[in-house]
């Protein structure tokens, strides 16, 4: 199976806008050079593996389809540590 790369990312959120904005999501498609099958097999893909019986969590398939993060930062919030991946 072929990396997940940028533009899949970006087709799948375009295929999550397309029920409220369709005619914006047809340019920008075009406009990207990808067809609607495309758009489809990325949306399959992202949804395969988040639903996946052996699918990543949120933050690792981020990172497989935009790569590490330039910076982390550790936050607190009230009683919660986190950190910010950006």
Do not use: I, K
């Not at 406009?31 to 097999?41: I, K, Q, V, Y």
């Not at 949306?43 to 790569?67: F, I, K, M, T």
Request: aromatic fraction near 6%; include cysteine.
């Amino acid at each position: 199976m072929p990396a997940f790369t940028p533009l899949d990312l970006t087709l799948v959120l375009l295929r999550r806008m397309q029920d409220f904005h369709p005619a914006l999501v047809e340019r920008a498609r075009r406009e990207l050079g990808a067809d609607a099958a495309r758009m489809r097999e990325a949306n399959r893909r992202w949804q395969a593996s988040a639903r996946g019986r052996y699918g990543r969590g949120e933050a690792a398939r981020y990172r497989a389809a935009l790569g590490e993060p330039a910076t982390r930062t550790r936050l607190r919030l009230g009683d919660l540590e986190c950190q910010a991946l950006r």
